[in-house]
């Protein structure tokens, strides 16, 4: 409706009824957005406007979500003014005693249950969350919508003056999050989440005994042990923390995870349909925890308040049965033991059914909530009106959504098959005749090594141009994030390269290399890398080989160039001349993986032609090696 003086001589609609909506929070006001516009749905007899109350110490970001839905939005100094039929809002901290309405106030909680100590904005002292102040209850006015009847009791025993003053609506967030369940492979085509990978989904409250407050490094460290190419890793954070600390300096402290591909999830929007997409969820004493174990979601608590956490509650029930992720451990096995708990472990089953403990009247609470608001503005609901929508979440947009990694630390290595070999002709212990020795590339083998080098043979053996006798070898490829290669944990299997092992006593790795694009913004990688890969598709091969030269020239510490050729696959040049192609038969072609092919197969004294089996991740393909004649011979170094 028009505000300021007059407001009925501009309105075009003549409602009967106002309804005050008070924001104080990002995350309340979400909270009120998501189920006001449905609740009062082609009902025009019904005026909203919302009251900004600037008070709260997160108050950082309400006034621009208002504006961006299109809220018309009333100084608080003018709420005094206003005579409501209704105020809703989903904070219990907003003062809605001094202006002295005599309104209904109906309080929505902008969490599950209540079930969290927090700080208390008026005393040095904490309270329980989502309840109103006394005055306000004891005016008779408030009414505390409920998820679940027990709250009522729980209520009622902590602050008597609630009696009688629940409503038992259910729970909309909830009810959201089932309809949206048919729509999980939607929300992880959104996130790009290809077949195949796991979606890993932080989720942190605020205060120092959350998730980030006890560990920030968690998601640089998550996927810095984590292969990119098995594992995605999301983070949502609560609007506090944005609130409190800005959104600039998140960003800077999440610098290197976002520059490894860390998805960064908007607090107000996405968050549900990001859960849905999970296939494990790290988490603590917060909601977005609680509402993942009734979903079913396999979940690790990277943190858990106890003193936060109200004893008798689901919450506290939660916190005592659920596993948690042992910081000072590797991380990766946690996470494969997570998502690999057999039928055996009942524990997920125990989570969601202490979640469902907290949900009563699942799929009605938009309804029973529409009942209460109209029975409070003691207005009939709209006879003709549409039925209540059941919307899912809407897919989720990931925040500066980072680009593709393109500097890699790669780990290669050749995997034995049923018969106790790699692939290898002959005997299983002797090398073979047609290989080629790595010392022919030069000495330089990764980015700080300095392991011996092997005698350079002549290039031009025939071992160059040999093929595998019998299969070729399984090569397994796995690629982290060079952006956090500061947090990777000690490694427990050292590789050859990083030991400086002669080559002889290494034959099937594992191998560690840098790989990287060209046109990385981060020089550091460039400079340093072993190979490095042209980040567009070259027209022609000619056109590939004279990228190769030039590459290898400028960067002598670089073993091997790689480059897509359109329709042709990759060819990928090596120090010494040669030239192989490599082309994959299913849909792996990305530059980088195939060149991590030709690097292990020289590291391993293989012949670098025929075939092999590319294992990357829990996939598998052929990939094919053919020697090439390079268009031009590499220029000599100074």
Not at 16 to 31: D, P
Not at 357 to 362: G, L, M, Q, V
Request: aromatic share 4%; net charge negative.
């Amino acid at each position: 409706m028009p505000l300021g003086t007059d407001p009925e001589r501009w309105q075009t609609f003549r409602g009967e009824r106002l309804v005050v909506a008070v924001a104080r929070t990002v995350t309340s006001t979400v909270r009120v957005l998501d189920v006001l516009r449905p609740v009062l749905r082609d009902d025009p007899r019904v005026h909203l406007v919302f009251a900004f109350d600037p008070t709260s110490a997160f108050n950082d970001g309400v006034h621009a979500l208002l504006r961006s839905v299109g809220a018309r939005v009333l100084p608080w100094h003018q709420f005094a003014r206003t005579d409501p039929d209704l105020i809703v809002t989903a904070t219990e901290n907003a003062d809605l005693t001094a202006a002295h309405h005599t309104c209904p106030v109906l309080v929505l909680p902008h969490g599950v249950g209540f079930h969290k100590v927090v700080p208390d904005a008026r005393s040095d002292r904490d309270r329980l969350a989502g309840v109103v102040p006394d005055a306000l209850l004891r005016s008779g006015r408030a009414r505390l919508a409920i998820s679940h009847p027990d709250q009522a009791a729980q209520l009622a025993a902590a602050h008597p003056a609630t009696a009688g003053r629940t409503l038992l609506v259910g729970d909309p967030c909830y009810d959201a999050l089932l309809g949206g369940r048919a729509l999980r492979a939607t929300y992880r085509a959104a996130l790009g989440i290809a077949d195949g990978r796991r979606l890993i989904m932080i989720s942190s409250t605020w205060r120092d005994r959350s998730v980030l407050g006890r560990d920030p490094a968690l998601p640089a460290r998550l996927l810095a042990e984590l292969p990119l190419d098995d594992y995605a890793v999301a983070l949502v954070t609560h609007p506090n923390i944005t609130s409190a600390h800005g959104g600039y300096a998140l960003r800077s402290h999440l610098g290197s995870a976002h520059d490894a591909g860390l998805l960064t999830i908007p607090p107000t929007a996405g968050w549900q349909a990001t859960l849905l997409a999970a296939d494990l969820l790290i988490g603590d004493h917060g909601s977005v925890t609680f509402y993942g174990a009734a979903l079913g979601t396999p979940l690790l608590l990277g943190a858990f308040s106890d003193d936060e956490a109200v004893a008798g509650t689901p919450m506290a029930e939660l916190g005592r049965i659920a596993p948690r992720l042992q910081r000072d451990a590797p991380l990766r096995p946690q996470v494969e033991r997570a998502l690999g708990r057999g039928p055996a472990d009942d524990t997920p089953e125990r989570l969601r059914k202490v979640g469902e403990s907290a949900f009563a009247t699942p799929g009605r609470a938009l309804a029973r909530l529409r009942t209460a608001v109209y029975d409070l503005l003691r207005l009939p609901e709209p006879e003709n009106g549409a039925p209540l929508p059941l919307h899912a979440p809407e897919p989720p947009v990931p925040q500066d959504l980072p680009e593709a990694t393109t500097a890699c630390y790669v780990h290669t290595s050749l995997v034995e098959d049923s018969s106790g070999s790699a692939g290898r002709s002959g005997s299983s212990t002797a090398p073979p005749t047609t290989s080629v020795s790595w010392g022919s590339l030069g000495s330089a083998a990764s980015p700080g090594a300095s392991g011996p080098s092997s005698p350079s043979p002549d290039a031009s053996s025939p071992g160059w141009c040999g093929s595998w006798e019998t299969e070729g070898p399984r090569i397994a490829v796995e690629r982290t994030p060079a952006a956090v290669v500061a947090f990777s944990p000690p490694p427990t299997t050292p590789s050859a390269v990083d030991t400086g092992t002669p080559l002889g006593d290494a034959l099937d790795g594992p191998f560690r290399h840098l790989s990287c694009a060209d046109d990385e913004e981060d020089r550091r990688w460039p400079e340093s890398a072993s190979v490095l890969v042209r980040r567009t598709t070259a027209d022609t091969a000619v056109a590939a080989d004279r990228w190769i030269d030039d590459t290898l020239a400028r960067y002598p510490g670089c073993l091997l160039a790689a480059a897509t050729v359109t329709g042709r696959g990759c060819r990928v040049g090596l120090r010494d001349g040669h030239t192989i192609e490599v082309s994959a038969t299913g849909t792996q072609h990305e530059t980088a993986v195939l060149a991590a092919v030709v690097y292990a197969c020289v590291r391993a004294r293989r012949p670098l032609s025929g075939f092999a089996t590319l294992a990357l991740g829990d996939r598998t393909e052929d990939v094919e090696l053919r020697p090439a004649r390079r268009a031009s011979r590499p220029r000599p170094t100074d």
